[in-house]
């Protein structure tokens, strides 16, 4: 006799599809934030099964801070020219130009908290209704209570405080004028279901999460790339090394682990010995004990 | 699919548990020891709340409690309000844990960690033995109907690691469960802090010849926790790409909720009640000949009814009750008490409807189990029975048949708030 049982991968994708259509039915006009980073193409890839053959009935939204790997907007692009996805772009440069953002100055300037204003910017103009993001609650303690659907108020705000409870797989969307959601369809997804999957779908991604050669240089542990939008002190060195990035975001704060792994068995496997979390080489989230929490609340995905 | 060489991970599956305890039960030290000892804490979250035990001055070396209590609100007041989920996997099993607060003001927690639990980790400080707040914790998973309960007899080492204890506390809690509907309840003795019975088998413990809770965890049989049996298929979506690759493609996207559906089985659809086949069941990688709950996909019907959101596909032989009239266990969430009379939102499925509160039956005193139907007055975290009228059918099971087409949620309509988790009886 057959047994009706899934993976817990073919579980995980189940749960996430059931997610996508109940945006598409529930909202008016949806988004997804797409970074270009591992958990965006794999949320990229479940929305485009949960319509098939239909086209995924939403765009995609970058914050493009100005500060990305060159390789993430070559990927993104490819990506787009691939499956005809419609793309919108909201520039941290072009707020900044207009005079709406100021750069942070010193070592250490990051334009994360600049992405918030950005992003909340853009939400508004796009006049969007729920955005989804590739959040996952094993990222972070902050993320470990937040819903499928997100409620925020009409300045996009997080109150921890004010969540809706969410009962078996019923999803409650109801809003008035000027609110909005994040929803967030991979949620219990961890970093290895999302290599795992990526290995079992044969998902492209950015080479940079493969090994390779680079310079680098070190800052307060973490290994950061040479390039042009980072200040170094005096006595940092750049030398080459051979490094692969364990998650994407800004050259700034993105740092770099020195590895080896250049196919995906070797990730996973890298990635399972591992003994500090991925956003452990993230200098965004050591600012402060709960700096995802504050960030959250003032809007950050 | 093939298996042979294939990674141990394309064969692992999902368990979902929550774990319920109160404030010194050991219950945060419990999921700290079991993500320990399985290795899921990475050496910069031990760094973390090493570097917040310090601060806060605590007595002990690390707080492994510090690991599931999240935001920077409930660390400064030391209690959990919410339900968070933590994850860790094993070579057999991932695990998604729904680890909430067991203060008697937090019901509305379990209740939410509950509804999508398998199983129920339920924590017993071995020198309490049964309290008011385990009688709670497992008439909520019972009235969730959670298909298997795991007693965990915690802090064994506090009572001399004592065979007698737990029998005692075991048989205790053995007489109150038959007043429940469980069906698979386990006890283990453990302790927590110490590790015994934990991940490891206790040296402490020779006459206890039962597994472990990790071995329990991983092994515990699960895919008959689905009903594989009433063919219900609510339609969520439909999918129409009028492309010129697929012109007249008409399918109907949704999750089944019960059952297993084969191309060219006969279905009824309902509210119509008309009748035809599935011609096909789609999916992006490909048709498939079978279909089982809890798979998204993507039906097919050889004749062209135009079904929309909220209707259902079931087998013509096995149908759900449709009907407005729904009678259920109810548990309350909202800040203002339930209205009699009072007009609500409902979400059933893929449906929404809207309802009037008929009639509250009674109240029950989740301690004791006793009906109170002198007071019928259910407030934010009260359990009840009411009835009520929808604006239309809905296509559903009892709750216990069927934890998807026999559960709801009640929306107060001014605040679009989740007010209530419905039961249907």
């Known amino acids: 006799m057959q047994s009706y049982s899934l993976t817990h991968l073919r579980e995980l994708e189940s749960e996430s599809i059931f997610v996508f259509r109940e945006v598409a039915s529930q909202f008016e006009n949806p988004v997804m934030l797409f970074s270009g980073g591992k958990d965006s193409i794999v949320m990229f890839h479940l929305a485009r099964k949960a319509f098939w053959p239909a086209k995924v009935p939403f765009p995609l939204l970058h914050v493009d801070t100005g500060h990305n790997f060159p390789e993430t907007i070559a990927f993104r692009d490819a990506l787009v020219a691939e499956t005809g996805v419609q793309l919108n772009v909201g520039s941290v440069q072009d707020a900044i130009d207009k005079g709406m953002s100021v750069e942070e100055k010193g070592f250490n300037a990051s334009r994360n908290a600049l992405q918030t204003a950005t992003l909340l910017n853009s939400l508004e103009e796009g006049k969007y209704d729920a955005a989804m993001g590739g959040?996952?609650?094993d990222e972070e303690k902050a993320r470990a209570k937040e819903r499928f659907f997100s409620h925020r108020?009409?300045?996009?705000?997080?109150?921890?405080?004010?969540?809706?409870?969410?009962?078996?797989?019923?999803?409650?969307g109801r809003k008035v004028m000027g609110e909005h959601f994040r929803v967030f369809p991979i949620s219990n997804w961890t970093e290895m279901d999302i290599w795992q999957y990526i290995l079992a779908e044969n998902i492209k991604i950015p080479s940079l999460y493969f090994s390779h050669k680079r310079r680098v240089f070190e800052r307060d542990g973490a290994l950061l790339a040479e390039c042009d939008y980072i200040k170094r002190r005096d006595d940092e060195k750049v030398e080459e090394r051979v490094v692969r990035f364990r998650t994407i975001g800004d050259m700034t704060c993105t740092g770099a682990v020195e590895s080896d792994a250049d196919s995906l068995q070797k990730i996973i496997e890298e990635v399972a010995a591992t003994r500090t979390t991925e956003r452990g080489s993230r200098s965004d989230d050591k600012r402060s004990e709960a700096a995802m929490e504050d960030r959250k609340k003032q809007g950050y995905f | 699919m093939t298996k042979g060489k294939a990674p141990a991970y394309l064969d692992m599956d999902l368990l979902r548990f929550t774990t319920a305890g109160s404030v010194d039960d050991g219950k945060s030290t419990l999921i700290g020891r079991m993500l320990y000892d399985s290795k899921s804490i990475f050496t910069d979250q031990m760094e973390a709340i090493e570097r917040a035990s310090a601060r806060m001055g605590g007595d002990e070396e690390v707080n492994l409690a510090l690991l599931t209590d999240g935001l920077r609100a409930e660390r400064e007041q030391g209690i959990t309000i919410d339900v968070a989920y933590r994850y860790f996997a094993t070579p057999k099993r991932k695990f998604i844990i729904a680890d909430t607060?067991?203060?008697?003001?937090?019901?509305?927690?379990?209740?939410?960690g509950a509804s999508t639990a398998n199983l129920a980790i339920i924590l017993v400080d071995a020198r309490h033995g049964l309290v008011e707040q385990t009688c709670r914790h497992a008439f909520i998973a019972s009235l969730l109907k959670i298909p298997h309960i795991v007693f965990c007899i915690n802090k064994m080492d506090l009572v001399d690691h004592d065979e007698d204890r737990f029998e005692e506390i075991r048989d205790d809690l053995k007489a109150f469960c038959s007043k429940l509907e469980v069906n698979d309840i386990r006890f283990i003795p453990i302790s927590a802090l110490k590790g015994d019975n934990v991940v490891h088998k206790s040296t402490n413990m020779d006459w206890y010849q039962g597994s472990t809770l990790m071995y329990t965890l991983e092994n515990i049989h699960i895919s008959g926790d689905h009903n594989h049996v009433d063919c219900r298929f609510p339609v969520q979506y439909v999918v129409r790409p009028q492309t010129a690759e697929h012109p007249d493609f008409r399918g109907y996207a949704g999750r089944i909720a019960g059952g297993v559906f084969k191309k060219g089985d006969e279905v009824t659809l309902l509210p119509s009640g008309f009748t035809t086949k599935i011609s096909s069941i789609n999916t992006f990688d490909g048709e498939i000949s079978e279909a089982f709950a809890p798979m998204s996909v993507t039906m097919c019907l050889e004749e062209d009814f135009d079904l929309s959101r909220g209707d259902m596909i079931v087998?013509?032989?096995?149908?759900?009750?449709?009907?407005?009239?729904?009678?259920?266990?109810?548990?309350?969430?909202?800040d203002a008490p339930l209205a009699l009379n009072g007009k609500y939102a409902i979400k059933h499925t893929s449906k929404d409807v809207r309802c009037i509160v008929k009639e509250i039956k009674y109240k029950v005193d989740i301690n004791t189990l006793h009906r109170m139907e002198n007071d019928k007055v259910i407030n934010m975290n009260d359990i009840g029975r009411i009835s009520v009228r929808t604006t239309s059918p809905l296509f559903h099971d009892r709750y216990s048949r069927n934890r998807i087409t026999g559960s709801l949620v009640i929306i107060d309509e001014a605040t679009n708030k989740t007010v209530g988790a419905g039961m249907i009886i």
């Not at chain 1, 009409?154 to 009962?167: A, I």
């Not at chain 2, 607060?101 to 939410?112: A, E, F, L, S």
């Not at chain 2, 013509?316 to 909202?334: A, H, L, R, S």
């Open chain 1, 135 to 137: 959040g996952r609650r």
């Open chain 1, 153 to 172: 108020d009409e300045f996009g705000q997080w109150d921890p405080k004010n969540q809706r409870p969410e009962l078996w797989n019923i999803f409650n």
């Open chain 2, 101 to 112: 607060p067991g203060h008697i003001q937090y019901t509305r927690n379990m209740v939410t």
């Open chain 2, 315 to 334: 087998r013509t032989n096995n149908k759900p009750e449709v009907g407005q009239d729904i009678e259920m266990m109810v548990c309350w969430m909202g």
